[in-house]
Nanobody, 127 residues
């Protein structure tokens, strides 16, 4: 059974940066494509970024392209989300997601494609 544990959220001033981490346990991390999603108050869940099993393929939501970087370390079973130049509208609960993938270049950009989710970590950006 896959378990995902996010960390790194918090309170940050607009223009600041945060790095979120998500550790996967229970299954071989390198077999899983990973994604970061977020849900802001009264809004639908949306993709932030996704990464393939190999880490060579990444995909970003247009709203955050240029301000976020997703990466993974298959040696430590961890996926990261580096966020820069944060804005108040980035305030949301950020969720890590994992789904088994059979090709090294596969990633998933839809929440419905993932069956494994973390508990979420709150990011609050104040102006």
């Amino acid at each position: 059974q896959v378990q995902l544990l996010e960390s790194g959220g918090g309170l940050v001033k607009a223009g600041g940066s945060l790095r979120l981490s998500c550790a996967l346990s229970g299954r071989p991390f390198s077999s899983y494509a990973m994604g970061w999603f977020r849900r802001a108050p009264e809004k639908e869940r949306e993709l932030v970024a996704a990464i393939s099993t190999s880490g060579l393929i990444t995909h970003y939501a247009d709203s955050m392209k240029g301000r976020v970087t997703i990466s993974r370390d298959n040696a430590t079973n961890t996926v990261y989300l580096h966020m820069n130049n944060l804005k108040p509208e980035d305030t949301a609960v950020y969720y890590c997601a994992a789904e088994e993938a059979y090709y090294s270049g596969s990633y998933y950009d839809r929440g419905s494609s993932y069956n494994n989710w973390g508990q979420g970590t709150q990011v609050t950006v104040f102006s």
